[in-house]
Structure formats: structure tokens, C-alpha cells
């Protein structure tokens, strides 16, 4: 399907993008997500694709192709919200060119992108563009976006990521952030582009390519994993304690309470033996943690 | 939305549920997704609920309205595959009688099932029933089911539950996978129902409604944020050597190599200043961790 996820933070800003591609499960192709127009001195652009590829791929032909004098270009506008709008507009002319047909064959105009970046003079900005071609902006309160399958990374951005995080902490936090999703959809494959745009370089510094070898992310890979199980193992496990009441229904009753006894007139119901009596976690303090081999005791919640 | 899973454990079973129900963002209540039938020494069953709430609420009635003289019911039936094809039977018979209205106006006959229980004398079963009354079984190599809005909170439980995974910590496994979700998703609402089923005991001992008032899941919901972002703080950020090539793409390369350079077609294309050396992620060693405030260090990776 596609993962992608850009950072605005203080420090600068975090792209990375996956490159799997599919047509089906017995498609399976890779082809970068991420496209980087870089001015060195002048201006950094930085743009991430999800969705269909055709359209993503005919969005940024007419991004590149080379325009009538006067017309404007991401190389010429005069401000990244300008930008965001062009890549817009460039959209919006693809869908005009193509959405007819694609309906026809039942076939979504499905495409999102990421735009970032910065201008000489101006600040850094980052925006998702959506396919009718509008477009929102980050803020302190919501400095980042993700494109695609973007649920089983975002806890950990919540967590984690504002704008005063450091930015090669943010990089980790996104490449932690793709590695939960690499592990949950097969449609989001290594591999990875990122970029860490540095604020006021205006040229493109830190990029990387990261597959399978890479060093880094292999030990992102094993020790996310790791620490998450042992972080797991030190919480205190659940104590439970006999309940003065476990709520049961009769027959009359409000028929979403959980629990439905048997009685006569649902067939034989006689009860067999010593019923132990319920427990529940209603008034517990959580218990010590057990002292095998998890890990220093924390203390009682 | 919802979200409920449950779990299959050597130790027994796991079912946790939630209780928002909303029919827009302006409509929002709380209604019970768990039901239990129990026959003390005989059997216990779980049933999950998600979807639409009126097909899930009239799949219920269906199971709990008296039947004629012969005809099973949950309390009768002689194996937990048979009570999941009953379960599946009283699907379809809401389908029959009001898929045809549904539809009419729009609405799609969402709906989906997680079943589990322990008969006298046979292993504990735990099955997900699909909208159209089919349904699957878990596995040793699969042995949870969620239903709902599952992305949030799956990959805690990919990481850490196996067969052998303890009962409680299985319990508290899905307490962390609910508190994930209910940060991300709005639909998804306190207070929780947990029934944790010891195994052959063939009654529910086990059985807690968990609010904002309970200690256990406060405990897990500060703690376990808390001691992730510990967690990733001691993880060594990534550390950037000097490349020897950052790939840059010149006219008539492919398209969407990922850097795109201003060549003099594109307008004024003078280079600014010295350019700094790119550098790149590619062969690099992760450096040991900040020796601020952040922990032990990692020896590297």
C-alpha cells in the first residue's frame, strides 16, 4: 500500500518513505515513494507519494515537465504554500486527463502526498495534498503527517514527537514508526528513503537509502522489539481479588449485561458442584512485579 | 468503531472489550460488547460483538430467545464448532429478515463475531464469525482474533503473545493493545469489560468493568507511555558519516530517482555557495546513547 510519514520539527525536517508497489499479492514491484527538488543555497523540496502509482507517477511528470515561460514551476514559486498549491493543480489536471476513464474501469482516483520544505529567507513548511488537490498544513500541535497505512505507526509519533524533539531523535522515531508498520502489511516494504532536512541548510545533507544490510535499522528492527517485550514484563501483571459482586442477569433483565445464567427453562440446568466464588480488578493496587527475570522492580502504581 | 480481542492461551482465554457506540461524532453512547453464557460446570461462552449495533443487538436476541422443543441453543449445543454455526445460523437469519430494508437505505450490514468457550470434557475453542456466518478458528501460530478497529493495537500483541504466554500477562498484553487504541481512535471508549477464563474450570471466575477510576488500567495507561519513551531515549539516534555518493539524477535518468537537481532549462539555475558534503546513513556503527538523562547504555547494536 504505501507508508510515508514527514516531520516538521524546530530542528528541521524528517521524510521517509517505503518503496513496495503491488498490483495483487502476485505483484509485487518496488518504486520510490519520495522525489527531492533541491536549489542548493536556494530552496528544498521534498515530496512523498502514496496511492495509486499511475496517478502518483502522471502527477509528478507534469511536476517535472518543462513549463511555457511565465508559467510557474516548484524551481520558481515564490513561497512553499505556493508550491503546495501547484502540486495541486497538478492533480487536479491529471484527474481531468484521467478520472473519466479510470471510472469506467472502476478504478478510485486514490493518491496523497507530503510536501516540505524551505525557501531561502522563508520558513520551513510541510503540508498533506489530497486528491481533489487541496491541501492542510502541520502546526506545534500536529507537526507531523502520514500517508498510506498509517495506523500502526502513529501510537508511537503521538507518544514521542513535538516540535522541540531533537532531529535525529525524530528520524528514529519515524523509522521506528515504519518498522511496526513493515511488520503489520505486507503492502509496505523495504527499501526505505530518508531524508533529514537540517533548517536554514537549504540543500539536501543527510539522505540514505536503508535495505536490508543496513546496520542502523537492523538494530532498530531487533531492539525496538526487544525492549518493548522486556518494558512489557517489568509492568505488573493484574491481581485479582474476590468481588462482593460479579454482575449476573436474570431473566428480566436488561439483555446487554454480560453475563446470561442458565436457568429451567433454557433446557437442564442444574448447576454442578461448588461454584468458586468470582473475582474481580475493581479496587486492586496492581501487584509487585515478579522477581524472576524481568527486570528491576518498579514501584506499586 | 470498537475494538474487542480475544486470546487462546495454554492457560486459558482472554476477552476484552470496549463500550462506545456512536451513530456520528454528535450521537455517542455506551453499550455492552460482550456477552457470557454460563452453565457452572458445564460451559462457558464468550461472545464478542462489533458493527452495526442493531444486527449485532438483534443476532443476540436471536441466541437468547427461548427456541422450540429440539432445536439447540447455546446451552445445548454439543461442541464449540456447533456454536459457532449457530452463531453463524442467527447472522444469516438477521440477514434475511432485514438486509433487504438496510439496503434501501444505504447501509451495509457490517458486523463481526468473536466467539470462545470451554464445553465439559473438550478443549477450550476460540472462533471470529464474519458477517456472512462463516468463520475461522486461531491456531498456536495465530492465537488471538480482533474485531474493530484492530491496527492500533496489533502490533503489541504480535510482539509479545505465544500459546505459553501466562494468563494474566496475556490479560495485561490486551489491556496495553486497548489503551494504544483508545488514544488513537475516538469511536473506541471506556469503560472496558475483561473476562479472563481459567482453563477446565467451566465458570467464570474472572471479571472486571474497567473505568477511569480503576488503578490497574491508570497504572498501565501512565506507566506504559511512560517507560516507552524511556525506552526510546536509550536507543542510540542515528549517526551520519560523510558518502561518498548521495545519488542525484541529471536529465534523461529515470524519473523517479529521488533527487532532482536544478539544471539552467529550469530558469536560474546558479549554484549557491559551498556545498557541504552530503552524508549518508549507509555503513554506519549506531553511537553510543546520550549520556544525559536518558539510562543505562546500550552496548552497540
Not at 521506528?176 to 540543500?203: A, H, K, Q
Not at 439483555?255 to 429451567?264: D, G, Q
Amino acid at each position: 500500500m504505501t507508508y510515508c510519514v514527514g516531520m516538521l520539527v524546530d530542528e528541521g525536517l524528517v521524510f521517509l518513505s517505503d518503496t513496495r508497489t503491488n498490483a495483487g499479492v502476485d505483484h509485487v514491484s518496488t518504486s520510490r515513494k519520495m522525489v527531492v527538488f533541491e536549489d542548493p543555497g536556494e530552496r528544498v523540496l521534498v515530496l512523498l507519494v502514496a496511492g495509486n502509482l499511475a496517478i502518483t507517477q502522471a502527477t509528478l511528470q507534469v511536476l517535472t515537465e518543462p513549463q511555457e515561460a511565465g508559467r510557474p514551476t516548484l524551481w520558481t514559486v515564490p513561497s512553499m504554500v505556493e508550491a503546495a498549491r501547484l502540486v495541486g493543480e497538478a492533480v487536479r489536471e491529471v484527474h481531468r486527463r484521467d478520472s473519466e476513464a479510470l471510472t469506467s474501469f472502476g478504478v478510485e482516483f486514490n493518491c496523497s502526498f507530503i510536501l516540505g520544505g524551505q525557501l531561502r529567507g522563508q520558513s520551513m513548511r510541510l503540508f498533506q495534498i489530497y486528491a481533489a488537490g487541496n491541501f492542510i498544513e502541520t502546526s506545534s500541535m500536529n507537526p507531523y503527517f502520514q500517508i498510506g497505512e498509517s495506523k500502526y505507526g502513529k501510537p508511537i509519533i503521538d507518544r514521542v514527537l513535538t516540535p522541540a524533539t531533537p532531529l535525529d531523535e525524530a528520524a528514529k522515531c519515524a523509522l521506528i514508526s515504519m518498522d511496526s508498520t513493515l511488520r503489520s502489511n505486507l503492502s509496505v516494504g523495504l527499501p526505505l528513503d530518508l531524508l533529514v532536512y537540517e533548517c536554514d541548510s537549504l540543500r539536501v545533507t543527510r539522505y540514505a537509502t536503508l535495505d536490508q544490510s543496513n546496520e542502523y535499522f537492523q538494530m532498530i528492527h531487533s531492539t525496538w522489539g526487544e525492549r518493548l517485550r522486556q518494558v512489557f514484563g517489568e509492568i505488573p501483571d493484574p491481581v485479582w481479588s474476590d468481588a462482593a459482586h460479579v454482575p449476573r442477569r436474570s431473566r428480566g433483565d436488561d439483555p446487554v449485561l454480560p453475563i446470561v445464567p442458565r436457568s429451567p427453562l433454557d433446557g437442564h440446568g442444574v448447576q454442578g458442584g461448588q461454584a468458586r466464588p468470582a473475582q474481580t480488578l475493581a479496587q486492586v493496587q496492581p501487584s509487585a512485579p515478579h522477581a524472576d527475570s524481568r527486570g528491576p522492580d518498579t514501584p506499586p502504581g
